[in-house]
């Protein structure tokens, strides 16, 4: 009884692995046939559970081209910090947490490759989670073609 008591006391001391968040590629295209554009973008973390709940932070940046982004860096000016209070759909499951954020900011300009990355922080915690990987696309210029999803239920256009 004492071995499962002190077990116990262990993993409750124990600190919380962070997971950085996972990212599908974004869907890029634009809200009507002539702009402005959005960009749809869905993170996962199965470190952030319903016992475990997390905030999210996106970041956005522009690119010289889809392969040369600036590396994201905390406080970097580079890195332009959203808005978390509209276009967020958080979704809790069993396997973790997943998000689905719609970047409709009407600074996104015709024919402009940006980059997105996002950080996860435990719901109360101060320590923000390494970012997630980098994902790029280019906004279209004009009447955009119809959208292509990919299986991820991502695309861009």
């Known amino acids: 009884m004492k071995l499962v008591l002190l077990l116990l006391a262990l993993l409750a001391q124990a600190p919380q692995h962070k997971v950085s968040p ?17 960009a749809i973008l869905v993170w996962s ?8 709940q997390c905030t999210i932070q996106v970041y956005r ?5 889809i392969t040369s982004c600036p590396t994201y860096s905390p406080g970097s000016s580079s890195w332009t910090t959203l808005n978390m209070t ?21 600074a996104l300009a015709d024919s402009t490759t940006y980059a997105w990355v996002a950080t996860n922080s435990f719901v109360g915690g101060t320590t923000a989670s390494p970012a997630s990987s ?5 906004t279209n210029n004009g ?4 959208p292509t999803l990919a299986s991820s239920g991502n695309s861009v256009n």
Do not use: E, M, R
């Not at 973390?45 to 475990?52: D, K, L």
């Not at 980098?134 to 280019?138: H, L, N, R, S, V």
């Open 22 to 38: 996972k990212a599908s590629p974004p869907q890029i295209g634009t809200t009507t046939t002539t702009g402005p554009h959005q």
């Open 86 to 106: 509209s276009g967020l759909t958080p979704v809790i499951g069993g396997g973790g947490t997943s998000w689905t954020y719609k970047d409709t900011d009407p």
């Open 45 to 52: 973390n199965p470190s952030c559970t319903q016992n475990a």
């Open 61 to 65: 940046a522009q690119c010289t081209s």
């Open 143 to 146: 009447t955009p073609a119809a």
């Open 134 to 138: 980098a994902f790029a696309g280019t």
